[in-house]
């Protein structure tokens, strides 16, 4: 075990140096707080940061939240693994963390939503969490996969039928936001609940407007509403078999857990969508890949899940005990981010960053251990049919700014895409019972051509690679023949392309 010559405990949390002149712009010394720690929330690029981290401190680096409080980040891909599987060692319950208990996070810290100790399973540990987790458990495997990936395409054609018709749209607040939660509220129980003032709460709440806590409120009676009707008439759903699970939750733990699912499936499934839709448009090579068929949708997902996890960090993990991570000694007491960003890309496990990541699965975006995502298959599945149906649906969708344009919000925990403007043929609205089709009715352009230069015979439309029937990118100078992919492949022609229909859902 290596001595740690500052621990993010150790250093005296009154001393600061705001009474000396601030850095110049651009120096490196600026977002610094005692003892030259850097301050998370001041970066201006914090993936910048954390590998400028990694390059001074290794795997596990000592840093600043607001209010100069201090805190670990781990940076390692194994230690990441290290941390969230060793429940003897770390923790989620936040009321061990010294910072906490000696005052220095104030009531009003902004972190303190993530902070605060509640009643869900996020924050509970041992025989708690085991039983508000297998209650969540058992509610996640009640789910029928099929039927939710058709319900998904409906949820999909509901909502493209909204703008369709005007050739113009914004795929984040009109498309990313709103699919999530449409087919959220199908999944707990509350289909009609589902509306734009539910998504307007849920976007308000996690904006931290002044508007967040009566959005909360609103919210919360949504699903207290649900929790009566499930006492009193509980049906084939999710928040019912929550509610009749042996744990014997009280109405205030079924609450509290169908506000994690709800709004931490809708903020990180919404986050992957936009991003996973962004890249099919301004990355000509991705388009081409799906394309032709060399990178299915479901491989499409996953590398977003890597390259930009929805969440880049999880507030946060603390040590039980005294303890050693990445050659750093970690006291008793002491908060560790927990960062699937920078553990994603870690140049021990991934010495090419850029690297096409083939579907593998073993990144860090669902977490790990006891605390590892329960409803990642529901999330990879609003995000692999939602891409596909919509492609189906608008195959000549195209970026309508320049994608320097494109703007971001950053914080600690998430980095969001503020809007996606395209531009499509307008096309009339669709029957949402229709299974889509792969007819592409946008006029063939003749001048199609993909970066590098397109492979001299396209690769057969195997049905194995869902978005084979994406649209053509914009206009290059080679002319070449609008790609066959874009084709009716018509009905299912063999058993394998019949299951595949059947397993989708439509
Ligand atoms: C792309 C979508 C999603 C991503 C990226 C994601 C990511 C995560 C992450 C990183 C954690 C924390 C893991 C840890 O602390 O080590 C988590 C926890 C959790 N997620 Fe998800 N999630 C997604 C979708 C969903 C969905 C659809 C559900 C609905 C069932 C869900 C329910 C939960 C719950 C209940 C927890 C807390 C688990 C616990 O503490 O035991 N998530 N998720």
Same mark, same amino acid.
């Given at each position: 075990?290596?001595?740690?010559?500052?621990?993010?405990?150790?250093?005296?949390?009154?001393?600061?140096d705001?009474?000396?002149?601030g850095?110049?712009?651009?120096?490196?010394?600026?977002?610094?707080?005692?003892?030259?720690?850097?301050?998370?929330?001041?970066?201006?690029?914090?993936?910048?940061?954390?590998?400028?981290?990694?390059?001074?401190?290794?795997?596990?680096?000592?840093?600043?939240?607001?209010?100069d409080?201090?805190?670990?980040?781990?940076?390692g891909?194994?230690?990441?693994?290290?941390?969230?599987?060793?429940?003897?060692?770390?923790?989620?319950?936040?009321?061990?963390?010294?910072?906490?208990?000696e005052?220095?996070?104030?009531?009003?810290?902004?972190?303190?939503?993530h902070?605060?100790?509640?009643?869900?399973?996020?924050?509970?540990?041992?025989?708690?969490?085991?039983?508000?987790?297998?209650?969540?458990?058992?509610?996640?495997?009640?789910?029928?996969?099929?039927?939710?990936?058709?319900?998904?395409?409906?949820?999909?054609?509901?909502?493209?039928?909204?703008?369709?018709?005007?050739?113009?749209?914004?795929?984040?607040?009109?498309?990313?936001?709103?699919l999530?939660?449409?087919?959220?509220?199908?999944?707990?129980g509350?289909?009609?609940?589902?509306?734009?003032?539910?998504?307007?709460?849920?976007?308000?709440?996690?904006?931290?407007?002044?508007?967040?806590?009566?959005?909360?409120?609103?919210?919360?009676?949504?699903?207290?509403?649900?929790?009566?009707?499930?006492?009193?008439?509980?049906?084939?759903?999710?928040?019912?078999?929550?509610?009749?699970?042996?744990?014997e939750?009280?109405?205030?733990?079924?609450?509290?857990?169908?506000?994690?699912?709800?709004?931490?499936a809708? !903020?990180?499934?919404?986050?992957?969508?936009?991003?996973?839709?962004?890249?099919?448009?301004?990355?000509p090579?991705?388009?081409?890949?799906?394309?032709?068929?060399?990178?299915?949708?479901?491989?499409?997902?996953?590398? *977003?899940?890597?390259?930009?996890?929805?969440?880049?960090?999880?507030?946060?993990y603390?040590?039980?005990? !005294?303890t050693?991570?990445?050659?750093?000694?970690?006291?008793?007491?002491?908060?560790?981010?927990?960062?699937?960003?920078?553990?994603?890309?870690?140049?021990?496990?991934?010495?090419?960053?850029?690297?096409?990541?083939?579907?593998?699965?073993?990144?860090?975006?669902?977490?790990?251990?006891p605390? !590892?995502?329960?409803?990642?298959?529901?999330?990879?599945?609003?995000? !692999?049919?939602?891409?596909?149906?919509?492609?189906?649906?608008?195959?000549?969708?195209? *970026?309508?700014i320049?994608?320097?344009?494109?703007?971001?919000?950053?914080?600690?925990?998430?980095?969001?895409?503020?809007?996606?403007?395209?531009r499509?043929?307008?096309?009339?609205?669709?029957?949402?019972?229709?299974?889509?089709?792969?007819h592409?009715?946008t006029?063939?352009?003749?001048?199609?051509?993909?970066?590098?230069?397109?492979?001299?015979t396209?690769?057969?439309?195997?049905?194995?690679?869902?978005?084979?029937?994406?649209?053509?990118?914009?206009?290059?100078?080679?002319?070449?023949p609008?790609?066959a992919?874009?084709?009716?492949?018509?009905?299912?022609?063999?058993?394998w392309?019949r299951?595949?229909?059947?397993?989708?859902?439509?």
């Amino acid at each position: 075990m290596t001595s740690e010559p500052h621990s993010p405990t150790g250093p005296s949390p009154t001393v600061t140096d705001d009474a000396l002149p601030g850095p110049p712009p651009g120096c490196p010394a600026h977002g610094t707080g005692p003892g030259g720690l850097n301050r998370l929330h001041e970066a201006e690029d914090l993936k910048e940061l954390y590998e400028r981290l990694r390059a001074e401190h290794g795997p596990v680096a000592p840093a600043l939240l607001h209010d100069d409080v201090p805190v670990w980040v781990v940076l390692g891909h194994t230690e990441s693994q290290q941390m969230v599987r060793t429940p003897g060692q770390y923790c989620r319950d936040s009321r061990i963390w010294t910072p906490l208990k000696e005052g220095l996070v104030k009531p009003d810290h902004p972190l303190m939503p993530h902070i605060a100790w509640q009643p869900m399973c996020s924050h509970a540990e041992g025989d708690e969490h085991k039983r508000l987790r297998g209650a969540i458990d058992a509610a996640v495997s009640t789910v029928d996969f099929r039927g939710l990936r058709r319900h998904i395409n409906r949820s999909t054609q509901r909502i493209v039928n909204r703008f369709c018709e005007l050739g113009e749209a914004d795929l984040v607040a009109q498309y990313s936001e709103h699919l999530p939660m449409a087919v959220m509220c199908h999944v707990l129980g509350m289909p009609d609940e589902y509306d734009d003032r539910l998504v307007e709460a849920a976007r308000d709440m996690l904006k931290g407007t002044e508007t967040a806590i009566a959005s909360n409120a609103y919210i919360m009676e949504a699903l207290g509403r649900l929790t009566a009707r499930c006492r009193a008439e509980p049906a084939n759903d999710f928040a019912s078999h929550l509610v009749n699970h042996p744990a014997e939750l009280t109405d205030e733990e079924v609450r509290e857990q169908l506000r994690v699912v709800l709004i931490g499936a809708y !903020e990180a499934t919404a986050n992957l969508l936009a991003n996973v839709l962004r890249q099919v448009l301004i990355d000509p090579r991705f388009r081409a890949q799906l394309n032709g068929g060399q990178m299915t949708v479901p491989e499409a997902v996953e590398q *977003l899940l890597w390259d930009e996890p929805p969440f880049s960090t999880i507030f946060a993990y603390f040590a039980k005990q !005294e303890t050693e991570l990445g050659g750093r000694r970690i006291r008793k007491g002491d908060g560790l981010l927990f960062a699937p960003l920078p553990a994603n890309v870690d140049p021990r496990i991934r010495p090419d960053p850029t690297a096409d990541m083939q579907g593998n699965r073993s990144h860090l975006a669902f977490g790990g251990g006891p605390h !590892e995502c329960p409803g990642q298959d529901i999330g990879r599945a609003i995000a !692999e049919v939602g891409v596909d149906a919509l492609l189906m649906r608008l195959p000549d969708v195209e *970026l309508d700014i320049p994608e320097d344009e494109l703007r971001y919000t950053e914080s600690i925990a998430s980095r969001h895409l503020v809007a996606l403007p395209v531009r499509f043929t307008p096309r009339p609205p669709q029957d949402v019972m229709q299974r889509p089709s792969h007819h592409n009715d946008t006029p063939p352009q003749q001048d199609w051509h993909i970066g590098a230069g397109r492979p001299e015979t396209a690769p057969e439309p195997a049905s194995a690679q869902p978005a084979a029937h994406l649209a053509p990118p914009p206009p290059q100078p080679v002319p070449v023949p609008p790609p066959a992919a874009v084709t009716d492949p018509g009905p299912p022609r063999n058993a394998w392309q019949r299951l595949l229909r059947w397993w989708r859902g439509y």
